[in-house]
């Protein structure tokens, strides 16, 4: 892309050579973490294992100060209380500091007319790495050509949400066991979710992987990504049989359908929203019962707050990266 | 109660043999803070050795670090800045750190449809102890019975604020020295303030008290109170007039009267705004002087902000039993 | 002022010798930060050199922890965040905790009825310093008098705003290096800004300094700061020419010319406002080039930015000064 050609911000992940091991000590290859396909399956693996061990220093009682003196600011222009609490747990979790704002809106107001890139300018005096949401796509992008600290998006509107598609490759690893030859379901609104469609787009990277996708006819994946994954060699199919797909499946993956998607055709939206949720008639099904939903989260094999919990240990990881390197 | 039979969560009052002591480095006998009614006399006394300690910790420059690498998260439903402010100073004064959010009903927006189940599965993965305040009566137990970490119910609506409970106890204790025997004044909106039922209900757990309510003829204290204080073998009587009662009294507890309360009937709410209001004239009246009110503060007599203080102590102490034990 | 002479808050400005030294551990002259008036040279003078070893502080990674253990709430009556988290940010690099509200009009809300004394006297009780923004102009003093521990005014209403006031003040000494002397143009809207006022305050305590005000016609300087700087023997002359201007001053302090002090005149608005810009031509015609304005922040010159990152300098020497003394 033209602005992996500018500026300072650069995607590594076209460099990384694979079987390159990652030493401890040694610089983290990103500056910033901005969007998913700034990660390759090396980069990817090498921070998983961060996060394992951030599982161990989070279970031990009263966690880490390796991030001593460390000083993080939330910058949200919405808010987003889940994503927030989960970065500033796991900045505090490793002994760092949090400034918050989610009133973030207020340094832009018509009376004062400052752009994003004077409060990214301002912020950086504050604080040693900027957490940034907003509500338009690239915004995150241009926090980061102007910053000097690293800036980490915690989802720029309809646009990328980078840490979240991280955390659901990091979770259906640690709950199948590995990412190469498996067969995932991928269910619901598949149109409209940045977060189904950054998950197809890294799955890409693992070898022998297969993609079933389960939606409305009016909420279909996209061709873009479609078109990539028989680029990249990925087999994906279509279906309308969640039961049948889901027998396949190591793992299902499943998006809520939303009313609004679906305008006047309520009667569309009720078919569709009875046809593709993962019960547990559905789970009963599948051979290895991993789902990660927020449909079915009574069933011990619902993935979804181990989910989050992983969303942490990932935090956790990207944090100390960015701050001190591997 | 039901809720005593079910689910991990449980009202210990009732376990707890008298002139047991509690060592140093024994467990807390509660799991979570949600009501008034799981504490008993020996437990509050115990409880309020510890804010004593806690008093000594604070007035120390630089306070101590025994919770040092704990996590708590204010979780609000609704903003209460006072109380808030109040937790998060309890934890900081020992060390610990805070995830802050005045803004939980986010979490459970029209889009998401999460439920208080949901959002407490997801939070208690990111801290060690959540503070809950929520606009629902019962909220604090449904959380207690969904979380594997403590909660403490910082007030559910027209329900429970056991912490306020607490701190107007130990406040009595602190202005007046003992609990057995005292003559407290229950003054102004006795039918509608969940303090005033709650106070009534843990004086009686002390001999030997008597208990005298003043208020207007619309908001009297309801007979439920009134009955259980009969059944524990407290005496207590109704009275019109102020003065006289504040005469006999040690302690006068003032609520506001609203006028909201009163409807339609300006006229009764003017003449019993004016007439139970602790004055100066009143103050003069009492033997002993200790006032818990709003209304009086210019007074060296009047508790409210030394309470305020208690209430500190009361939480610094309740987050040390919970996360360290005795 | 009646104030200085009243309670227990002073203005020490007046008692303080010309060259006395503050040696370490001396307490600090000043109780709380109200006003720009309480400064005079010779505390600003200490003061900048406390900002110049935070500088030092802040560069080092890791910061410092001299304030450790101890407390500030900022309570703020209206949001501010580049102002709150400058504050905050000034706390946590040196090591110490915070407690937020932007919500503090709650505490006063008609349900409760408190006045912001109360509401003093109930956060005194949490913290060991309060940073306050409020909307109404005496509000800080107010404040001020209640507490028993420091209070800084972080701008209340049309009044005063100190803080911004030193930072201006130590951005002309750092960027042009001296005070004495300096020829200092003042361009905007000069009759509603209370920071130009604060800062032509502030230059009155420096030998031969020049004030230049370029304004358009509705929003001059006002006479009783032309007065002030007259009777202390300041020079001062008022010009319609930026450019002319410009190419006399050291330094260029530019306000933002706001559409609605304009009301019906549009076109006197529209005239002005394109007047009264410093853009590159300005800046060419400059002999030093250091302008303190939002608009040329592209230009390395442009002064703003550093601004913001002095105005934490400043704010971390006031803390560890109201806290613990030179």
Known sequence: STWQQTGRLQCRALDVESNRTFLKGDLFQL??????????????SAIFEVAREMETIEK??????????YLMATLFYEPSTRTRLSFESAMKRLGGEVLTTENAREFSSAAKGETLEDTIRTVEGYTDIIVMRHFESGAARRAAMTANIPVINAGDGPGQHPTQALLDVYT???EIGRLDGIKVGLVGDLANGRTVRSLAYLLAK???????FVSPEVVKMKDDIK??????GVKWEESANLKEVASKCDVVYQTRIQRERFGERIDLYDEARG????DRNILSAMQKHAVITLEVDGDPRAAYFRQAKNGLFIRMALLKLLLLGW
Chains 1, 2, 3 share one sequence.
């Open 206 to 212: 693992y070898n022998g992987v297969k993609i079933y």
């Open 31 to 44: 500056d910033d973490v901005i969007e998913a396909q700034q990660f390759d399956r090396e980069i990817l």
């Open 172 to 174: 259906i690893e640690r």
């Open 60 to 69: 031990k009682s009263r966690g880490s100060q390796i991030l001593k003196g």
């Open 227 to 232: 078109e990539y994954l028989t680029s990249k």
């Open 275 to 278: 046809k593709y949720i993962v």
